[in-house]
């Protein structure tokens, strides 16, 4: 690898982990980019080298934590079934990474998590569906997604006051209705 692209590797992961730093006791909002490169230890053009405003940044980090949650939980992306809709220990599985992911978490809790949803929601909607152009079966799963995300959202910063199992089975007979629509 050449050394110009290892030093692009470094450094946007310089600027990652300084936001995620940064990220554990401030909003998003409260972050300038100047206080980003300081921690980072990278001069401010190098972060306009690679992303043009910090939202930018913000988003990439947010993808890479939905990406981790999905990783390992299904070879291609493919939802185990059951009953007709997705299996529920796939649901737990998935539940419990959500929730334990450190990032997601904060994102879940901070002040503007409600502006984060609709991309939580887009890198759930391509991780799960691929490549797929059908615009139908786009919408039907970015509908799931959301219903899916917002509900996992009450219930996290609302307090568990109904049981994980009972929000599994939810989700689970709200799956249904998904694939119902796709055949």
Not at 79 to 94: C, H, K, M, Q, T
Not at 131 to 139: C, F, H
Not at 144 to 149: D, T
Not at 151 to 157: G, K, S, V
């Amino acid at each position: 690898m050449d050394r110009r692209k290892v030093r692009t590797i470094q450094s946007k992961k310089a600027l990652k982990e300084a936001f995620l730093e940064l990220f554990r006791t401030k909003e998003p909002e409260e972050i300038t980019v100047v206080e980003l490169c300081q921690k980072a230890g990278v001069n401010r053009s190098t972060f306009y080298a690679h992303y043009e405003y910090l939202d930018q940044l913000i988003r990439e980090v947010l993808w890479e934590s939905v990406e981790e949650v999905f990783d390992g939980l299904s070879p291609q992306w493919e939802l185990p079934l059951e009953d007709g809709g997705v299996d529920r220990a796939f649901i737990d599985s998935y539940f419990q990474r959500f929730l334990s992911n450190p990032t997601i978490r904060r994102f879940c809790t901070c002040k503007s998590h409600q502006s984060y949803l609709p991309l939580l929601i887009r890198a759930h909607v391509d991780l799960t569906l691929g490549s797929s152009l059908d615009p139908v079966r786009y919408y039907v799963a970015y509908l799931h997604n959301a219903g899916v995300l917002n509900l996992l959202l009450e219930w996290y910063n609302n307090g568990p006051r109904v049981p994980k199992e009972k929000i599994t089975e939810i989700i689970h007979e709200f799956s249904k209705v998904m694939y119902r629509s796709w055949s």
